[in-house]
């Protein structure tokens, strides 16, 4: 294998691959990245066997040829390399990277890397049998995509216990797509309308679980790609097609738990409340909740809302008052300041409604401004009331 690159090139591939290297790998060339040289094309491929990534960069190629070498080192060394072309070579086994390092002449440098066989590396399909769908042939298809994987994917849970609630539920028919992560004290849940009838039969349904990892990748492909993505769902597999990269992974085993027995349908007290008011001020306030629990309670009174919280390690409290639309019973509730700030930075949004009932039962929170065809809304569980 022989070629020029530009180091940017290199470099962009590299960092597309670089999340599906094993970080704990159960063979040794699961630590590598897989190098293709064919035509005009280098390939890069990274797996970690549940996350498998390829992608291509132009290159100018004198001899094909493949190889692996450590992803870390030469991630590092790519990384570190000036704005220039780099020289890829294979010689007995070795790959070397060479090059001019600056302007002067005599600034050159030379790595060499060893290699594991490139037969050794797992193949990655780039076709599956199962539904397939293409977003993009909107504008802002693709651009709802990564919101919906931002405004669910936080909420799903690091417990292995439940490994459903690993994932985030993706569901798919002929009118549109719906996502659902939860872990057990909040949820998320964003539907979007989209007439996929071209794509979708009308009776035909789909839903898959998708680990986390995969789906933050997309959202960081979609970033730096203006192409449609194509998506196949198969069986116990996904695959997403992104211009010229491919990210396959691994579903997780279903069936998903059925969540709307959980949301509350009888949560008549509404809270509205500016954003900007409220998140800086649960900030502060839990600077002096409990480390343990994180709580902080909320008083709902006529036009504001009292938060308090109050820490027995140290012996603080804190206390703030905002300004609110309430007009309801006065009620007392506790929530999880961290998982709050995390919905109320998700939704993104002017203002927020809370749906409420009593202190025992879950609040349903949703921007109050919504776009057409859209319905988000997140679950927050309450917690004990303490002190």
């Not at 007392?332 to 009593?358: K, P, T």
Request: hydrophobic share 40%; charged share 25%; proline share 5%.
């Amino acid at each position: 294998m022989k070629l020029r690159v530009d180091r940017s090139e290199l470099w962009r591939g590299i960092d597309t691959v670089l999340e599906a290297v094993s970080s704990k790998p159960s063979l040794p060339v699961l630590a590598n990245i897989l190098l293709e040289a064919d035509e005009k094309i280098l390939s890069l491929s990274a797996t970690d066997l549940d996350l498998s990534i390829r992608t291509q960069v132009p290159a100018v190629v004198e001899e094909n040829g493949r190889t692996t070498v450590s992803a870390r080192k030469l991630a590092e060394i790519t990384r570190e390399w000036p704005e220039a072309e780099v020289s890829i070579e294979v010689q007995d086994e070795r790959l070397k990277l060479s090059g001019r390092l600056g302007d002067a002449e005599s600034s050159e440098g030379a790595y060499s890397l060893s290699g594991i066989e490139a037969d050794e590396f797992p193949p990655m399909p780039t076709a599956l049998d199962g539904v397939s769908l293409s977003l993009g042939g909107d504008e802002g298809e693709t651009n709802v995509l990564a919101d919906m994987i931002n405004k669910t994917v936080f909420a799903v849970s690091g417990d292995d216990t439940r490994p459903v609630f690993n994932g985030v539920l993706w569901r798919i028919d002929a009118q549109g797509m719906e996502m659902v992560a939860t872990d057990g004290s909040r949820l998320a849940c964003y539907r979007k309308a989209i007439d996929l009838q071209e794509q979708i039969q009308d009776d035909q349904e789909t839903a898959v679980i998708v680990p986390p990892q995969a789906l933050n990748q997309i959202v960081k492909l979609l970033g730096s790609h203006k192409e449609p993505v194509n998506v196949t769902l198969g069986e116990t597999q996904i695959l997403f097609d992104i211009g010229h990269t491919h990210l396959l992974s691994r579903l997780i085993e279903g069936p998903y738990v059925n969540y709307a027995q959980v949301i509350p349908q009888n949560n008549t007290r509404e809270l509205r409340i500016a954003s900007e008011d409220l998140l800086p001020a649960v900030r502060r306030v839990s600077i002096l909740s409990s480390s343990y629990t994180r709580q902080v309670r909320f008083k709902l009174d006529s036009g504001q809302v009292e938060l308090s919280a109050a820490s027995p390690e140290i012996g603080g409290e804190a206390r703030e008052s905002v300004p609110a639309q309430y007009a309801s019973e006065e009620i007392e509730v506790g929530y999880n300041a961290q998982y709050l700030m995390e919905i109320l930075r998700r939704m993104d949004a002017s203002e927020v409604c809370f749906q409420l009932n009593d202190h025992v039962t879950a609040a349903l929170l949703r921007p109050v401004d919504q776009k057409e065809g859209e319905d988000y809304f997140c679950l927050l569980m309450p917690l004990r009331p303490t002190g």
